[in-house]
Nanobody
Framework: QVQLVESGGGLVQAGGSLRLSCVASGSFFSIGNMGWYRQAPGKQRELVAEITSGGTTNYAESVKGRFTISRDNAKNTVYLQMNSLKPEDTAVYYC??????????WGQGTQVTVSS
């Protein structure tokens, strides 16, 4: 079992910044891909950014140049630095990790609200 604890969400004005963190704990040998997804009211959950164990990253077009994903393998932690936030970034942000290449684990979600 893997437990994920997210933190760092909150309320920020447009143009501001937030940094999300997600710490994984539990019984696992190593973590593969780690990522952040988001879900706005009335919309489907979508990928924001993901990072492989080797550090290769992938971003949604809507956040390229504004968001940066990173990870600390020693701490089993993934981060999402969000700059130049826009009202349309408002959503619940979820952390996801992949263990043994096939088991997906999700965090409980953290609310990000960007006011105009």
């Amino acid at each position: 079992q893997v437990q994920l604890v997210e933190s760092g969400g909150g309320l920020v004005q447009a143009g501001g910044s937030l940094r999300l963190s997600c710490v994984a704990s539990g019984s696992f040998f190593s973590i593969g891909n780690m990522g952040w997804y988001r879900q706005a009211p009335g919309k489907q959950r979508e990928l924001v950014a993901e990072i492989t164990s080797g550090g290769t990253t992938n971003y949604a077009e809507s956040v390229k140049g504004r968001f940066t994903i990173s990870r600390d393998n020693a701490k089993n932690t993934v981060y999402l630095q969000m700059n130049s936030l826009k009202p349309e970034d408002t959503a619940v942000y979820y952390c996801k990790v992949v263990v043994r290449s096939r088991y997906n684990y999700w965090g409980q979600g953290t609310q990000v609200t960007v006011s105009s």
